[in-house]
Nanobody, 115 residues
């Protein structure tokens, strides 16, 4: 019943920008912190960013200053705005939240940074 659907991925050149969206259904995200993770080919899934219930952001060091996570509770949507993209940012980006009983994950959206 709970669904998280990511969108906005694509191919972008190094230094470019992209905005990812995560639209939730089956829950009201106002009650939860929302996370973005990513997984590069051959690597483990890694934490990217979190936005708390009140909007406070947390970032992994490698994206701090380049990425911005924010939420629009009225639209039940979480965003990840990425700028100054690097080749090493390439991967599948996943939206996630923990509702207490269950971890929920989206299907992911592919981000490819390449010249």
């Amino acid at each position: 019943q709970v669904q998280l659907v990511e969108s906005g991925g694509g191919l972008v050149q190094p230094g470019g920008s992209l905005r990812l969206s995560c639209v939730a259904s089956g829950i009201s995200i106002v009650f939860y912190a929302m996370d973005w993770y990513r997984q590069a080919p051959g690597k483990q899934r890694e934490f990217v960013a979190r936005v708390g219930r009140t909007g406070s952001p947390t970032y992994t060091e490698s994206v701090r200053g380049r990425f911005t996570i924010f939420r629009d509770n009225a639209k039940n949507t979480v965003y990840l705005e990425m700028s100054g993209l690097k080749v090493e940012d390439t991967g599948v980006y996943y939206c996630s939240t923990n509702t207490g009983a269950t971890e929920h994950w989206g299907q992911g959206t592919q981000v490819t940074v390449s010249a």
